[in-house]
Each structure stands twice: as structure tokens, then as C-alpha cells.
């Protein structure tokens, strides 16, 4: 599982070297190669979990791209690492002024560049709570009770198989995060796994059923995998993650 980020880099070997360094850190990508584009690709469903803007672009320039970000509703919340070749001072406040989250320094290394993303992520609901280890969670009417195995709508057991459980649970503990129906075989089934991924969908869908309302939690993401919501429309966000580790 991991997140998806927009690359947004003109310079072709850069803007590769960034989508592998993500992919192999279990990211998902979306590249763009100009600021009319970064822009487009900002808007598309699913929305980036975070941008990485080069701040020279042939078009716009890192520091337009990211005022717009700011200036429209449906992206002024998205999180933006700027990159630069520049050590120049003023670039760094220009493009705090702009809103960028964090700025990162042309070369850099994989590992520093997973720390900035991270940190950002830790900042933003996405990964507020990922890695805490606690037991339960709770969103908006639907209670997981990890020892028992059962999850509550509005204090109702909504009768679970066990293995529907593993799924809720898999996505509860990584939620705001992609996970691809190929790590939901693999973490959640296991050696059970089911010959095709497309059993995946119907064992979600029956889920969503059986939790109603708050089955709406599960997002699926076309050619991405599922997503346990962070934060929908007029509702609380959880109050705290689960363990990672599904009963054995
Ligand atoms: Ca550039």
C-alpha cells in the first residue's frame, strides 16, 4: 500500500528517477511534464495525496502552479513538496509564500526525499494516525472491536465472516492509503488466497452491504485498488487507528 503523489517535472531523467525511487518505496504515481498539466492531473479522481512541484517549469512556474493549488476549493488542501536546483534564499520563501509545505533541494537522495514525504504526510490527515498501535477504531457510527472480531454500526454487530473482518480491519489500519486488490491477496488472505483478484470486489461489495451507511467509507479507486476514506463530507474522522496485526 502506499500513497499516490503527482510528479511534476519537465526534466524527463529527474522526473523518471523520481517515479522509480516512489514506486519501489510502494508509492503510486501520476507524472506531469508542465504546469498546465500538473494542474490538470491535480483535479483528476483519485485526488494526489501529495504533489512534488519542480519549481522551474516550461510553462508556469513552480510557484504559479502552487498559488493555484491554493486558490481553488477542491485543491487549496493538497500538500506540495517543491523542488529546486537553487539554493537561493528568497526561492525558499517565495515558495512558502505560494503555500508549498516543504522544499527539497536538487540533488537529492531517496532517502531524504522519503523523509520530506513522510513528514508531510505525518502533517496531513492521510498519516496522522498511520502506525500508532492502537487497539479499536472508530469512525462516524462504525466501531471496530479488534479482539472480538466484530464491527458495530451505531453499537449493532453487523455479523462479519472473519475473513470480511481481516479486509475491514487491513483497510482501517491504512486508511487514507491506496491498497491494490493484489496486497489485500496478499496481507489479508494470505495462503486462502482466492485464484482471481476479482473476488476481491465481490467480497468489498458485500461488506459495504452488511456495514450500510457506513460502508461509503470504502472508496474504490478505478484502476488503483480500495481506500478507506480519511474524511468524508460532514462526518467526524476516526478517533483512533487499530493495530496492524489481524488475529491470526
Ligand atoms: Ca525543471
Redesign the pocket.
Known amino acids: 500500500m502506499g500513497y499516490l503523489i503527482e510528479i511534476v517535472?519537465?526534466?524527463e531523467d529527474v522526473r523518471h528517477s523520481l517515479d522509480v525511487m516512489l514506486r519501489r518505496a510502494g508509492h503510486y504515481t501520476r507524472c506531469a511534464s508542465c504546469g498546465v498539466m500538473a494542474l490538470e492531473l491535480a483535479v483528476q479522481s483519485p485526488p494526489p495525496d501529495l504533489i512534488i512541484l519542480?519549481l522551474?517549469?516550461p510553462d508556469l512556474d513552480g510557484l504559479d502552479v502552487c498559488r493555484r493549488l491554493r486558490a481553488f476549493p477542491i485543491t487549496s488542501h493538497l500538500p506540495v513538496l517543491m523542488l529546486t536546483a537553487r539554493a537561493d534564499e528568497s526561492d525558499r520563501v517565495r515558495g512558502f509564500e505560494a503555500g508549498a509545505d516543504d522544499y527539497l533541494l536538487k540533488p537529492f537522495s531517496p532517502r531524504e526525499l522519503m523523509m520530506r514525504i513522510h513528514a508531510i504526510l505525518r502533517r496531513t490527515p492521510a498519516g496522522a494516525m498511520a502506525g500508532d498501535e492502537v487497539q479499536g477504531f472508530a469512525m462516524d457510527g462504525l466501531r471496530l472491536l479488534i479482539e472480538e472480531g466484530k464491527a458495530l454500526v451505531d453499537n449493532e454487530d453487523v455479523g462479519l465472516t472473519a475473513m470480511e473482518f481481516r479486509l475491514l480491519q487491513y483497510l482501517a489500519a491504512h486508511y487514507g492509503q491506496i491498497v491494490s486488490r493484489e496486497t489485500l491477496l496478499r496481507e489479508v488472505w494470505r495462503r486462502d488466497a482466492p485464484q482471481r483478484v476479482r473476488t476481491i470486489d465481490v467480497h468489498i461489495n458485500r461488506l459495504r452491504e452488511k456495514l450500510g451507511p457506513s460502508g461509503a467509507w470504502i472508496e474504490t479507486l478505478r484502476g488503483y485498488g480500495y481506500r478507506m476514506l480519511r474524511r468524508r463530507e460532514g462526518a467526524s474522522p476516526p478517533l483512533a487507528a487499530p493495530s496492524l496485526e489481524a488475529p491470526q
Open positions: 517535472e519537465d526534466e519542480d522551474m517549469l
